[in-house]
């Protein structure tokens, strides 16, 4: 279960479309958001299982840090 945002999200919206088009695909299972400290990857990560789960998919949260 993903931790619940604490916050309200804003913008990213080229990067919420390309991820959930990513997803969207036959063959594509994994999505993994990389790049530096601070950058709201795990923002982004919380509004698209959001949006996954909204739509009844499954989804699954993993944190590695």
Not at 32 to 42: D, E, F, N, S, V
């Amino acid at each position: 279960t993903a931790p619940k945002p604490d916050g309200t999200f804003v913008g990213r919206d080229r990067e919420m479309l390309a991820v959930d088009r990513a997803l969207m695909l036959d063959d594509v299972s994994t999505v993994t958001l990389t790049g530096m400290p601070g950058i709201g990857k795990t923002s982004l990560a919380l509004a698209l299982v959001e949006l996954v789960q909204a739509r009844k998919r499954f989804c699954w949260w993993l944190l590695l840090a």
